[in-house]
């Protein structure tokens, strides 16, 4: 979809589907909830305040994507992609690669342009070179070969899809539910371990709505579920969810020392909030023009992201939380402050300045140490279950 397109085209696109929003007068005056559509067809919810914000977002969103335009105009087209540092290179590394990837890394932090998004995500990932390691046609002979087949997966898929997004203009159609549908299911054939877990539903229809195509969408989720994100986060025992709320726990422990005592003596679970995002990468929970900021940064930098992230959440809220009283406070905090962040700038300068560097050699260390602890819960809990159910397969 790029390649007949010149960059004033794509330029000219670009600007035109940042929309001003403009509330009512009635609206103004009363402070009423206004709802509107975002960029990517979801209905938002949101008084005045939030509306300005969202358009003091969208002008920084504008202002970025001239710094992107500029560089495309004197480093080329595809400079992004000169800024890969691989072992072999480290020795003799050309000091222009360097500066890409520094420039790089902190554009994407400031955020992809929407119309570059898709191209951008498709090679900084590795899903580009996935798919080339396969035949052209792969995608389309798996969908064709898989069609009609009946699994375990394909039910769940097909229970789940009417819930994914409901409302959404193009998703909670029988034309979404059908691309959906032959993207989970590909998928749960090509990686039978992982198969089709909830939570993927959120997150493959996202990726649909931005590469706009099912098959880079398929190439995205697999390199997400293959390459990005810790393994075994999406099967059957969720064993890798469980460990990265643990990693979670300990870290916020160590960031948020004072939050973190507060919390435990509320007895508050972490993976009240967390499970739903690490399982849906936060589509459910935050708003889609911020989930996908944090996705800019969680396809370059990798999982690492996602701790960043969930931290920044906790720290901006820490004084209301601090004098919550109980459990469902806490859940109420999170996920009203969750729905309304429309402001991605505040929520990844929080997570990337305030909350402090996290290299990913640290928190694989991390996941190690949680691991067999995490194996031993999840066993005495299968032994629990077939002593309760002893003629049944859990």
Known sequence: MF????????????QSQIQILRPSIHSRRANITVKFQDLYGFTVEGNVDDVNVLNEVREKVREQGKVWWALEASKGVNWYLQTQVTSTLKTSLK???????????????????????????????????????????????????VEDKVTPATKQIDHDLPRTFPGHPWLDTSEGHAALRRVLVAYSFRDSDVGYCQGLNYVAALLLLVLKTEEDAFWMLAVLLENVLVND????????????????????TKKCPRLAAHLDSLEFDVSLVC??????????????????????????????VLFHVALAIFKMNEEKLLVAHHVGDVISIIQRSTHHLFDPDELLTVAFDKVGSMTTTTISKQR???????????????????????????
């Open 3 to 14: 390649g007949t397109q010149n960059r004033k085209d794509l330029a000219f696109e670009y």
């Open 275 to 304: 499970t739903e995002w690490f399982l849906c990468l936060f589509s459910k929970s935050l708003p889609s023009e911020t989930t996908l900021r944090v996705w800019d940064v969680l396809f370059y930098e990798g999982a690492k």
């Open 95 to 145: 000091l222009s690669t360097l500066v890409n990837a520094i420039t790089l890394k902190k554009l994407i932090r400031k955020g992809i342009p929407p119309v570059l998004r898709p191209k951008v995500w498709f090679s900084l990932s590795g899903a580009a070179k996935k798919k080339s390691t396969v035949p052209e046609s792969y995608y389309q002979d798996m969908t064709m070969a």
């Open 233 to 252: 986060c999406y099967t059957n025992n969720l064993s890798g969810c469980h460990v990265e709320q643990r990693v979670f726990k300990d870290l916020l």
């Open 368 to 394: 190690k140490k949680q691991e067999p602890a995490v194996m031993a819960e999840l066993d005495q809990r299968s032994r629990r279950l077939n002593s309760v159910f002893p003629d049944e397969k859990l």
